[in-house]
């Protein structure tokens, strides 16, 4: 019994644990080599990250702060408590800008783990403000690292390093992260009244639309003459929603919002961003008295300015959803053709497929207007037959036609039947020819269109 209790005492398997792991444990305690540290760093055995975690101290070389950092959080609790050791004996030899680098991993300990940090964070972020200067935090705040920049943002902000106005200040400098844009909508709550409003208007400049309507309400709750004319400018916000809160709020107080939009529009229809938003907002009112205005910029040199126009004429008449689609099909840029395609599939838009074949014929966009004759079959199959005749196989295939044509045959949707011109040109010798070659490298689909042509065509024809 003495010797059971010997050899399976915790010290007796520490030990047992340690010299199992005895070379692995030699060779860190004698290698100089960042990456070789590094690799051990995460080695599977608790005593050989210990280990490798004395020898950073030993050494105390810049190069293994990321190393050290990544077993803060470890599940061996002596490891953890010997990589805070290490961490706060490297302070002093690492230079700020690699210390920045690396705080990300370190501040993630705010978040709930395997322990409380809490207080060895506030003592740890005490301790670099030793070490790091204002300015290297600016510069940090500034970078292209987005999370050193939200650290460093974080260590200005909780220790209280520069006045808020001027944190707040080199936030919105940026416009690339929302966290940071967010944080900055916290500090302008935490301000003194006065020095909200500048603050506000600031952070309603942001790139984000989830800031700057958060911004522009808290403004516009102001209800000051300034915040009118801020309201005034947020109607051209690009997001919808920041400009239905600026309309609301105009429309409250009598200023005709409507007639504001049709202005700018009769003002420069060069400009490209201003006409799109007005044509979207003012159809966004919904008043059918400007439909012939909005009609008129079908005609604008721009593709957006056109998807646009046709965009808003369909929100403010929706019955005339045949004549839009029509005159979208027929655009020639591909984004209003898409929404062509969307008001047939989406809204129950139609176009007479004598129409959308006559376009196909002209050198109209394939892809588009084959989206667009997808609810009849035998008429899909006449345009990629017809798409055939004119462009040649090599198109066909480059539009990925063969294997469109697979799914063609995998439907079980066959109630429809050919009419008798389709039937005609389906088993035509020239189309047929044209799918030998589309589906040369498809022998089994090709046996499969034969068969269904030579079931369903010659009852139509």
Known sequence: MTILKTLFSPRSSAHVGAHYYEHHLQLVGATDSVELLSQYAVHGSGYVREAVLKRCVELAHPELLPAVAGRLNDWVPEVQRAARIALMTLLPFVPASKLLAVMPVILRLHSPGRRDYADWLINFERAVMRFVKVDDLCTAARGPDMQAARAAVHLLDQHHLLEPPALLALILERNDDIVLAQRALLLCAELPPAQQAACYQAAAQSHFGPVRIVA????????????????????????????????????????????????????????????????????????????????????????????????????????????????????????????????????????????LRARLEEGGDATSLLRLVENNRWNWLECVARLGLRRGVDEARRLGLDDALGGWLASTEWYEQPAKEQAQLLLSKPVTQFFEQLLARHPQRLTALRRHLDHYAPSAA
């Open 216 to 355: 522009i309400r808290a403004l516009l709750a102001m209800d000051s003459e300034s915040v009118k004319e801020f309201a005034v400018a947020a109607l051209l916000d690009v997001q919808a929603s920041v400009r239905e809160v600026a309309a609301n709020y105009l429309l409250a107080r009598g200023f005709d919002v409507r007639s504001h939009y049709r202005s700018l529009l009769r003002q420069d229809m060069q400009a490209v961003r201003r006409t799109r938003i007005c044509l979207i907002a003012l159809a966004a009112l919904r008043d059918g008295a400007d439909v012939e205005l909005v009609r008129l910029f079908q005609s604008s040199a721009y593709p957006s300015v056109r998807l646009a126009a046709r965009a808003a004429w369909f929100k403010l008449v929706e019955s005339d959803k045949d004549d839009i689609a029509l005159a979208a099909m027929n655009d020639p840029a591909v984004g209003p053709r898409k929404f062509a395609v969307r008001l047939v599939w989406k809204h129950g838009a139609y176009i007479p497929f004598a129409t």
